[in-house]
């Protein structure tokens, strides 16, 4: 997988999520969702902001993007 495939995936994610807070039910391509999805819905957008938070972390050298390190000099 890619970052700009993390990213198509995360901006999906927002977009059905986005649809299902402001319904009851909708449809989207061939996906109906209910409020009773929002659930599913937040953990998918979770998982691909963080697919895409270690791209971008990988991209700038950072061998772990929930380590800093300080520096004392």
């Known amino acids: 997988m890619t970052q700009a495939e993390a990213q198509v995936h995360l901006d999906d ?24 999805s929002i ?18 972390a990988a991209a700038s050298g950072a061998l772990n993007p929930g380590v800093q390190f300080a520096s004392f000099s």
Do not use: I, K
């Open 13 to 36: 994610a927002l977009a059905r999520l986005t649809a299902a807070r402001t319904a009851t039910n909708y449809s989207l391509g061939e996906v109906n969702v209910s409020r009773a």
């Open 39 to 56: 659930d599913e819905l937040m953990r998918q957008v979770t998982y691909w902001r963080r697919q895409v938070a270690a791209f971008e």
